[in-house]
């Protein structure tokens, strides 16, 4: 017996305590000192430790590695898929951080024929598998009786064939399609606030140069009582965080969160492409967490608001077990596909509307390129040399395909994930002395 290749240990940060845990067996615990020091001299675990999979027969480890590996596959084959759809790369916003600034040029406009063919390519592409449709841009929900009614032709035709609809919208036009959205599927409609009011029309200013605080908050408030599932999402980076405890109070007095279909999430603002000359602002995912850490022990009340994942020590705290082993966290061409109203298909919303990363049309015919496909579906952790000697592939599960290509490194290259570090911090907030 000798200790499992997937064993992750650290200190629980600002304790005396450390922890183990093995994401191929499903185990966590925590350890001592005396403990941790009896692990690190290779003596043996106290008997409680015993059949967790910490020590481990290798040839039955890698039995094990591959019926779960397998089982994976099996499943997320058969999970749900997100289907993204781009009715325009337009926006009325001239937020400070925008990625897709150029990708307005495109040519042409959104018709019933690109809508009807983009239904019809679902239908038949992915029969037999549950779907999705996710409204994305660009800004989805424009001004206009035009474009309304054409988002309102898509929505009939997915409601028709008993599918969901998510959006993505800055909300500045959310009431104007509140009609709309309440005889629809909705699964979620995703706002965004960067902060209380002065901090947020700072960054995501109308284009007409006004403040949007005040009608997002209008279209958060529509939504939650007309009983649309929201979820509020705050684009972070080192100018707005300090106002990360002040929004949630906001949200918070606003009655926001006493809504069960009411969800937050933080997006960390990253290089993307070519935008974001100003790197300094911007937080490496170590350094953000690092910094909610810090805030969450200093203003509790962010709890109520928002729960961070510190990789998988929500999950933990939450269920009393750790997630499936994560073979794969890149969805692209698996559970996720991208299509804009050009009739272009992509892999993914990162890599939606960038010239080259196009794998395929549904319209004006349907063309996929295989070879591109290949590449993009045979990812994973076997596919991505680091990570198959990595103890932690498991949980980080070779990170962002489209960030790696971005960053140099090709589809199958390392989006690597601080993850003990991130569970250091975690457990201590969710399992130590330090939060509430």
């Not at 974001?276 to 709890?303: C, M, T, W």
């Amino acid at each position: 017996m000798k200790p499992s290749r997937f064993n992750i240990v650290s200190a629980i940060k600002d304790t005396g305590e450390f922890f183990i845990l093995n994401p191929l067996y499903g185990s966590a615990d925590i350890l001592s000192r005396e403990e941790y020091d009896m692990l690190a001299k290779g003596s043996s675990l106290p008997a409680e430790f015993a059949g967790k999979g910490y020590l481990v027969d290798q040839e039955k480890e890698d039995d094990l590695f591959r019926e779960a590996y397998l089982k994976f596959i099996d499943e997320r084959d058969t999970d749900e898929i997100q289907l993204f759809f781009v009715p325009t790369y337009s926006c009325n916003f001239d937020c400070s951080y925008c990625y897709q600034l150029g990708y307005e040029s495109r040519n042409g406009v959104l018709t019933r024929e690109v809508i009807d063919a983009f239904l019809g390519y679902t239908e038949s592409e992915f029969a037999g598998r549950r779907r999705y449709i996710t409204l994305f841009g660009g800004e989805p929900l424009l001004p206009g009786r035009k474009h309304a009614g054409l988002i309102e032709y898509l929505i009939d035709g997915a409601t028709a064939k008993h599918m969901d609809i998510a959006v993505v919208t800055n909300g500045y036009h959310v009431e104007s399609y509140i009609d709309i959205l309440k005889r629809a599927r909705i699964r979620e409609v995703q706002v965004t606030l960067d902060g209380t009011r002065e901090v947020h029309d700072r960054r995501r200013r109308h284009k007409d140069g006004g403040g949007t605080f005040d009608r997002i908050v209008s279209a958060t408030d529509l939504l939650l009582e007309s009983n649309i599932p929201v979820n509020l999402r705050m684009v972070v980076d080192r100018d707005n965080i300090g106002n990360l405890p002040d929004l949630a109070g906001f949200a918070i007095n606003r009655g926001w969160t006493d809504y069960k279909h009411f969800s937050t999430q933080l997006g960390r603002n990253y290089e993307l492409h070519d935008c974001q000359a100003e790197g300094a602002r911007l937080f490496s995912r170590i350094d953000l967490y690092a910094e909610i850490y810090r805030i969450i022990n200093k203003y509790p009340h962010v709890l109520d608001f928002h729960r961070p994942a510190f990789a998988v020590s929500r999950a933990l705290y939450e269920t009393g077990e750790l997630p499936a082993p994560l073979f794969d966290a890149c969805p692209g061409t698996k559970t996720e596909w991208a299509f804009d109203y050009t009739g272009r298909i992509y892999a993914c919303t990162a890599t939606a509307g960038k010239a080259g990363e196009e794998l395929g049309s549904f319209f004006p015919e349907r063309v996929i390129d295989m070879e591109k496909l290949g590449e993009w579906t045979e990812r994973d952790i076997l596919s991505v040399d680091e990570c198959r000697k990595c103890n932690l592939a498991l949980i980080c599960g070779g990170g962002c395909a489209a960030v790696a290509k971005n960053n140099g490194r090709g589809l199958n290259g390392t989006d690597c994930r601080p993850v003990i570090e991130l569970m250091e911090m975690g457990i201590a907030a969710y399992f130590g002395n330090s939060v509430t």
